[in-house]
């Protein structure tokens, strides 16, 4: 069978399984690359016990017609990338080689994708995500975040979910930069639905992904699923407020197993949408990063996007020498004092710091008056 035939057959077993199979279900991660997933689906549809898949997938099997699942999808403008296509993102392989979290596990069977970017376009991006509850705190910083990495030329990927998700998407879009959704339900549906506008603008600018096929709704366990996607399809993970039950942790997990960096916003000690960020934090298994440039910094290549440290305002009392503030620090605020007094205050020789006066003069931080020296204005703040 020629390569474009097999291809072919391929994409169809894998449509038909990902009607009969939940996503991340690792019975058939561990068996798709043991037997391939023409093989697999023949055992299936031959009515063979596979590792209970037969049982599972029985109610399910008869209402499958992968040409026309194909057919209805590319009408909505959906796709269904597959191993062996030129998009496909190489980098979701990792997923094979860590344990199942939760019972979900391995690579996607293939993504069902809708908008006009390509998953390939993903070299280069960065995960944002976090608390449904957020805060105007974590939104801003959400936000700034990904239109800083966004309009640096990666892609924001995100869940469309209230919160941190949705400010994630908002910040990238902003800027006309490229974002993603990755959706725990077809992507021809929109969940949340107060969304469905979002999701409209990323199907038509950027993309929307699902395992699941279109139709299909949204349960708490593919959610657990998705997480593992979103880390997969990145070079990294930022969490932005977690409470310490948040979704946002799995995702988190996932990247962190599959050695994907993950960086953290610290927020409010007090805060408890930031509790869960914190304990990634204080046990090491985040980095902490404040904005968008730490971001880039840390994801980035070697040198790529080096972030300036913060620093308080400078001051022209900053650039002395030690000796020249030594006497800086000897001069009267308000009432003058002789050169011999100001000596005495510095320790310093009676010659070395009528030198060091004249200096600090033409640096108009000092001023000379009939009665001896004193601070000038400028430097008395």
């Avoid at 995500?129 to 939104?139: E, K, L």
């Avoid at 994907?260 to 934090?281: E, I, K, M």
Wanted: hydrophobic share 45%; proline share 6%.
């Amino acid at each position: 069978m020629n390569a474009p035939a097999a291809l072919h057959d391929d994409r169809l077993a894998r449509v038909t399984l990902s009607r009969l199979t939940e996503p991340g279900d690792p019975r058939v991660s561990r068996l798709v690359p043991q037997l391939g997933a023409p093989r697999l689906l023949h055992l299936l549809l031959d009515d063979a016990e596979v590792s209970d898949l037969r049982t599972d997938a029985a109610a399910r099997l008869l209402d499958v017609e992968p040409e026309r699942e194909l057919e209805r999808a590319a009408r909505l403008g959906i796709r269904f990338v597959v191993p062996g296509d030129a998009e496909w993102p190489a980098r979701t392989a990792d997923l094979a080689r860590v344990a199942n979290s939760q019972d979900r596990g391995g690579p996607p069977l293939g993504l069902w994708v809708r908008g006009p970017r390509r998953l390939d376009e993903l070299g280069n991006s960065v995960a944002v995500v976090g608390s449904r509850s957020a805060t105007t705190y974590g939104a801003d910083v959400a936000s700034e975040i990904a239109a800083v990495t966004a309009r640096a030329g990666w892609g924001v990927v995100s869940g469309a979910a209230f919160g941190i998700d949705q400010a994630a998407h908002r910040g990238a879009a902003a800027v006309r930069g490229f974002t993603v959704a990755v959706l725990a339900c077809g992507v021809d549906r929109a969940y949340p639905t107060a969304h469905a506008a979002l999701l409209e603008h990323l199907a038509t600018e950027g993309m929307v992904v699902s395992e699941l096929p279109p139709g299909c709704s949204p349960t708490r366990l593919r959610f657990l699923s998705r997480n593992r996607v979103i880390a997969a399809l990145t070079r990294g993970t930022v969490v932005v407020e977690a409470a310490l039950r948040s979704g946002a942790l799995s995702t988190a997990n996932w990247a962190s197993k599959i050695s994907r960096p993950v960086l953290g916003v610290p927020g409010p000690v007090t805060s408890a949408q930031s509790q869960g960020v914190h304990g990634l934090l204080r046990t090491g298994a985040a980095t902490l990063v404040t904005c968008g440039a730490e971001v880039l910094e840390e994801l980035g290549a070697v040198g790529e996007h080096l972030a300036e440290l913060p620093r308080g305002p400078e001051r022209r009392r900053d650039r002395l020498s030690s000796r020249q503030q030594q006497v800086l620090e000897a001069v009267p605020v308000a009432s003058p004092a002789g050169v011999e007094s100001v000596a005495r205050a510095a320790g310093i020789g009676l010659l070395e710091v009528s030198t060091l006066l004249a200096q600090l003069q033409a640096l108009e931080l000092v001023e000379q008056l009939p009665r001896g020296w004193r601070l000038a204005e400028g430097a008395r703040a």
